[in-house]
């Protein structure tokens, strides 16, 4: 619960069975409202304006916008939006492109539902709850090349946005002094002297679009 209250949920995946068997499971803990359901990304982002849940539980693929796109649209509408991915992918350069473009968390649809439940908790109090399988450390490894990691180029694409150091830390639900520290680790990783060169430097190794303002998974 929040404050007292049932954590309001929002769930988004095209396979309706998925989706309605969802609902039930989740409805039957008395922590949890499902305020809304969506089969595609476009319908997401309009049904979240009218229901605003705690958090949003998201898969990456689907017909239209993926899931990835489609977390861009509600953060668009609200940087604080809380959103959960659960999908079918194991897949250590998903879960890298989740968390980098912004997730809370990454659950793979085969987790308990102990631990599915333990996650929503988790991202409703800020924090960023991953599977704890063989994904995990693959996921979080730093890249070969330059060493960074899938976190790093998170706070990457929030120094593009011009965030300061606390505002990196409320956004990913981590101390300003992790922030600091995350963004000294950038400079030297990519050799550079402020967050300008760095942010320009995100761009030439391909850590970030200049179609968007989303950050793309590191080059492998």
């Known amino acids: 619960m929040i404050s007292g209250r049932r954590i309001r949920l929002m769930l988004v995946d095209d396979h309706p069975v998925m989706r309605v068997g969802l609902a039930n499971l989740l409805t039957s803990d008395p922590d949890f409202e499902v305020v809304g359901q969506a089969d595609d990304g476009e319908t997401a982002v309009t049904l979240w304006r009218e229901v605003r849940p705690d958090v949003c539980l998201l898969d990456i693929t689907m017909h239209g916008l993926d899931g990835i796109a489609t977390m861009q649209r509600l953060r668009e509408i609200d940087r604080s939006a809380k959103v959960l991915i659960l999908t079918s992918s194991d897949s250590a350069a998903d879960v890298a492109w989740a968390l980098s473009a912004g997730a809370n968390g990454y659950m793979t649809k085969n987790v308990s539902h102990e631990e599915l ?104």
């Open 117 to 220: 439940f333990a996650a929503i908790r988790e991202v409703a109090r800020g924090g960023t709850p991953v599977s704890r399988d063989r994904i995990v450390d693959a996921a979080l490894a730093p890249t070969e090349s330059t060493g960074i990691t899938p976190r790093e180029v998170e706070v990457l694409g929030l120094l593009r946005e011009g965030f300061s150091n606390a505002e990196i830390a409320r956004l990913l639900g981590i101390s300003t002094h992790t922030a600091k520290a995350h963004v000294a680790a950038l400079l030297a990783k990519l050799d550079v002297a402020d967050r300008a060169e760095a942010v320009a430097r995100g761009f030439d190794l391909g850590f970030l679009s200049r179609r968007s303002s989303q950050p793309v998974p590191p080059r492998r």
